[in-house]
């Protein structure tokens, strides 16, 4: 595996001597075989000359030794990128971004702190994963749900400060974050809202402190290491059904989106509403020309009554816009027995992690107006871009975060050993960034070899915002050790090797 | 592949304390006896069913868990715990994603993916149209990954490709190639 950028052998011998102090022996990984696994075998530069190869990986077990971790990363000005379960897959898998940095592995702090049934919330380490936390409050006979992204391998920490996204009415999950604990670049110790106050009893009830609100500035950045966190839950509402709302063809996705804006604005949809292409069509087959239609995803939690009446007032609009609109819906009320829930989509919007198989895979999302014609716009244009690299396009996923906006990911596929493939892929990708972008529309999440692209589409007044996040960055990371190139986010002496 | 025989051959060679007769099989029957070393065999029911499979598992004394597309589950569940004595060694037949995620699970124990091969097999020929191997494995890991291929093959052979699962449907819900990943992790060895 490679050394550090900068470091001799002996200074890289030196270095892993220190971590082993400081960690012990035990959990600092610089063999080929312990490397491997923190390689991301779903990267398209993956066994290419341009992947970006770990060095070596630690892994403290408590906050103490992440700062002194961070602390030799700062003598030897060493790279370091975090994990908190590492499964980042199709964004980057558990890898950075420049060849030879250190993973600082967060497994081993993976402990529930507390779990507030009454106020709704819990504290959790980075190390803790949505299934784990699910499993916890299942055994416990807790009476909370939590909002999951559809695989439940990945860390509650991890997901929710890269805008992960879920299918509840929690689905931007970032909005229920509530109080961070984070080890800044430098090494100290910092606690954010009422966490700053010594012993704050208000931590995960109150999300503000005075003066401005930062936990979004170690969202998706590299500005410090995260390691605590305050997420707000929802209780067990009474009732809770679960819906499908489908059209028959492509571009009726404009009058469905239509039809389900005024009634998430007006509060009768209210969780992460999704749109999928249906029936599924398979990678390779995808194009606009095909027929089909989209499936609808929705569900409401509340009063049996109450969600009744609101799935009756949703299927009389669906109908009235859009007559031949079939309806599919299942009712569960408490007691719940949620492992036996059936359906996977079921399960998602009753937070309850779940996975279907999936083909080797990059993704790109984008912010979207929550608009029908500007959703059916996007397809075309993707498309368009897609036939100059060989292909088509024929979108993924459309999430109705919230009430104002959607989020639409896109999936390429990717072939293991097939670089001219994967090539074609990656500069595809490249070309639905630069198309969008044309268009005045944005990235919000993209895998690690297009960061740079993604980041360089805000490029207003000279690109004012880079470069304030960058001028941030060097106040507050001046040795540029952590994640450099996150976001497309450099130090000031790696500024050359921005893409 | 070629050289899959002498992997075979070496296997039969090699085969000591553990071995069981697959009698059904002709490749085996011309190695004699296959030795298996996996502890567990994870096989996705939805995609890598397979009655022989099955048949060795249970011979050759190993554990044969059914999933169906839930391995994170089971990993929290039950794989998870069975790896913390650092010797048990889990094979697995499921999706080219599961294989990708078991990567990271094994990451997290001390164990690496010491083989992987992923195979796709043809919706309407039922022919099996890719099959490569993802690592190259250390000479310590060589011959459990042999016994992947071996593994792989028997899959493959023993009982043909049932043509009705990928029957093609209509153009839009067509099936395209079935991709499944054959892999093992075994603890890293300090
Ligand atoms: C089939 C499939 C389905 C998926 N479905 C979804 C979905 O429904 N919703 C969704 O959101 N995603 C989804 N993903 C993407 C991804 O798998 C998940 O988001 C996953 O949870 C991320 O991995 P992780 O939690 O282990 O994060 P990590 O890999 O631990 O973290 C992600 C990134 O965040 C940063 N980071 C992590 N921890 C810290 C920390 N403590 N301090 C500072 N920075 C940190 C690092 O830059 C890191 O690379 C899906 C992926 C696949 C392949």
């Not at chain 1, 941030?472 to 540029?480: E, S, T, Y």
């Not at chain 2, 397979?50 to 004394?61: H, T, Y």
């Not at chain 2, 310590?140 to 990954?145: D, G, I, K, M, R």
Request: with cysteine; glycine share 8%; hydrophobic share 35%.
């Amino acid at each position: 595996m490679p050394l550090p950028p900068g470091l001799t052998e002996s200074d890289f011998s030196d270095l892993l001597e220190e971590f082993r102090q400081a960690v012990g022996s035990e959990y600092v990984y610089s063999s080929d075989e312990h490397l491997e696994g923190y390689r991301d075998g779903v990267s398209p530069l993956y066994q290419t000359d341009e992947e970006p190869v770990p060095s070596a990986a630690v892994a403290p077990a408590n906050v103490e030794e992440v700062q002194q971790v961070v602390q030799i990363a700062n003598r030897y000005r060493v790279p370091f990128w975090v994990n908190s379960t590492g499964k980042n897959f199709g964004y980057g898998g558990p890898a950075g971004v420049v060849n030879g940095t250190v993973n600082l592995d967060l497994k081993r702090m993976n402990r529930i702190l507390e779990v507030n049934e009454a106020n709704a919330y819990a504290l959790v380490e980075p190390g803790v994963s949505f299934f784990e936390m699910y499993r916890y409050l299942r055994e416990r006979n807790i009476k909370l749900w939590l909002d999951v992204p559809s695989p439940g391998w990945g860390s509650i920490i991890g997901n929710t400060i890269e805008y992960g996204l879920g299918y509840t009415d929690q689905g931007q999950r970032v909005n229920f974050l509530c109080g961070m604990e984070v080890v800044l670049p430098n090494g100290e110790v910092m606690r954010t809202g009422q966490g700053a106050i010594p012993d704050g009893v208000t931590w995960q009830h109150y999300r503000r402190s005075i003066g401005p609100r930062i936990d979004e500035l170690f969202c998706q950045t590299n500005y410090g290491v995260v390691t605590k966190m305050g997420i707000w839950l929802r209780p067990e509402p009474p009732a809770y059904m679960a819906c499908s709302i489908m059209t028959d063809r492509n571009e009726k996705i404009i009058p469905m989106i239509d039809t389900m804006r005024p009634l998430r604005l007006g509060g009768i949809i209210n969780n992460n509403a999704t749109l999928y292409r249906y029936p599924f069509v398979q990678e390779g087959e995808e194009n606009p020309d095909n027929p089909g239609g989209w499936n609808n995803r929705v569900a409401f939690y509340g009063l049996e009554g109450v969600v009744k009446q609101h799935w009756e007032h949703v299927q009389d609009a669906y109908n009235d816009a859009m007559p031949g609109t079939t309806f599919a819906s299942n009712l569960y009320t408490t007691p719940y027995d949620l492992d036996s829930l059936g359906r996977s989509p079921d399960r998602l919007m009753a937070g309850i992690p779940s996975l279907g198989a999936s083909l080797h895979k990059t993704y790109f999302s984008m912010a979207l107006p929550f608009d029908g014609q500007a959703a059916w716009d996007l397809i075309l244009l993707l498309d368009e871009a897609s036939k100059r690299h060989g292909r088509r396009y024929f979108g993924m996923a459309h999430h109705v975060e919230t009430p104002h906006e959607m989020v639409t990911t896109s999936s390429a596929l990717l072939k293991p050993g097939d670089d001219d493939y994967n090539q074609t892929t990656m500069r595809m990708i490249k070309d639905w960034i630069v198309s969008t972008g044309e268009k005045g529309l944005g990235p919000y999440r993209v895998s690690t070899p297009y960061m740079d692209d993604a980041m360089a589409q805000f490029s207003f007044n000279d690109h004012r915002l880079r470069r304030f996040y960058e001028e941030l960055k060097d106040v507050i990371d001046p040795n540029g050790i952590m994640a450099p190139g996150k976001n497309g986010i450099w130090p000031r002496h790696m500024r050359e090797n921005r893409a | 592949m070629s050289d899959l025989l002498d992997r075979r051959q070496f296997l039969a060679k090699s085969a000591a304390s553990v071995s069981v007769p697959i009698l059904a099989h002709p490749l085996a029957a011309a190695a004699g006896q296959v030795r298996l070393s996996f502890d567990i065999i994870v096989v996705d029911e939805r995609i890598g069913a397979n009655e022989g499979l099955s048949r060795v598992a249970r011979a050759s004394g190993a554990q044969c868990l059914s999933i169906r597309g839930d391995l994170p589950r089971v990993w929290f569940d039950s794989l998870r715990g069975a790896c913390l004595d650092r010797s048990t060694v889990i094979a697995g037949f499921t999706s080219d994603l599961d294989s990708e995620v078991m990567r990271a699970f094994a990451r997290d124990v001390g164990y690496r993916q010491v083989g992987r091969l992923d195979i796709s097999i043809d919706g309407e020929t039922g022919r099996e149209t890719v099959r490569r191997s993802m690592y190259s494995s250390l000479p310590s890991e060589f011959a459990l990954a042999s016994e992947l291929e071996n593994l792989v093959d028997l899959y493959l052979t023993s009982s043909p490709w049932q043509a009705s699962r990928v029957a093609p449907g209509p153009t839009s819900d067509r099936h395209g190639p079935t991709q499944l990943a054959a892999w093992v992790i075994a603890p890293i060895r300090a």
